[in-house]
């Protein structure tokens, strides 16, 4: 097994299981678990494959969120120390959670994962299969938004509309006349998509798949790992 995309590897349920578990074990941070925590989150990031370039483009995004939230908690409001560092490690965990889970998963297994992982909420009468499907169009929405806004952002750069020396606010009033062209791409995407779903038949429920989920051994070992570290930063967090 490659050390490099052994994340990529596992079945995608144990990668949202395990993004679920670390999420809400930084509720539990305190002097000691955050040591438990940095070194499950580094290990768990190595061994998952990432574009450099989106990596770069992350910690350049978060990195004057977390200046400003050093600044305004320290100098303004005189917060403790440690719980500074708890909010911008928090903020850094999430984001590289989500860049690790979107660039190691198909994106089309999303909607079977969640209806696998959520197939006992049926017997309540709640329409798990419908709601997969809602779930995964969602998702693939996002990358349709960021190409239809990358292709506006060029299309007025060749008329001149944007310059490399624009002020912030004129960047700001440019990026809100976006949403409009935006929204209307959107809803034409919805439009095509909805009759493509109507001449195939769909009908919501339960369907055939072209690809079968199935744990395998290093799921439930992966997944025992996260269990039971999540286990001890719970029990630490009590005693402590």
Request: hydrophobic share 55%.
């Amino acid at each position: 097994m490659s050390r490099e995309i052994f994340v990529e590897k596992l079945d995608i349920r144990s990668k949202m299981i395990f993004s679920i578990l670390f999420i809400v074990s930084l509720f539990f941070l305190n002097k000691i678990n955050i040591f438990i925590s940095i070194p499950v989150l580094t290990i768990y990031v190595l061994n998952a494959r990432i574009n450099k370039d989106n990596l770069l483009k992350l910690l350049k995004g978060i990195s004057l969120i977390l200046l400003s939230i050093t600044g305004f908690n320290y100098f303004l409001l005189h917060t403790d120390v440690w719980k500074i560092i708890f909010m911008c490690y928090r903020l850094i965990s999430v984001s590289l959670l989500l860049l690790v889970f979107v660039e190691n998963i198909n994106i089309f297994d999303l909607g079977d994962a969640f209806e696998k992982l959520f197939h006992p909420l049926i017997f309540l009468k709640i329409p798990v299969y419908d709601i997969g499907m809602v779930f995964t169009i969602s998702v693939k929405f996002i990358s349709i938004f960021f190409e239809e806004a990358e292709r506006i952002k060029k299309s007025q750069r060749a008329r001149g509309i944007i310059k490399d020396n624009m002020k912030i606010l004129e960047k700001l009033k440019l990026s809100l006349s976006l949403f409009l062209p935006m929204f209307i791409c959107g809803l034409n995407h919805a439009f095509e998509l909805a009759a493509a779903m109507d001449l195939r038949g769909y009908q919501g429920g339960n369907r055939g798949r072209l690809k079968v989920l199935k744990y395998q051994s290093r799921d439930y070992i992966f997944l025992f790992g996260a269990m039971f570290l999540f286990i001890i930063q719970l029990i630490i967090k009590i005693i402590f």
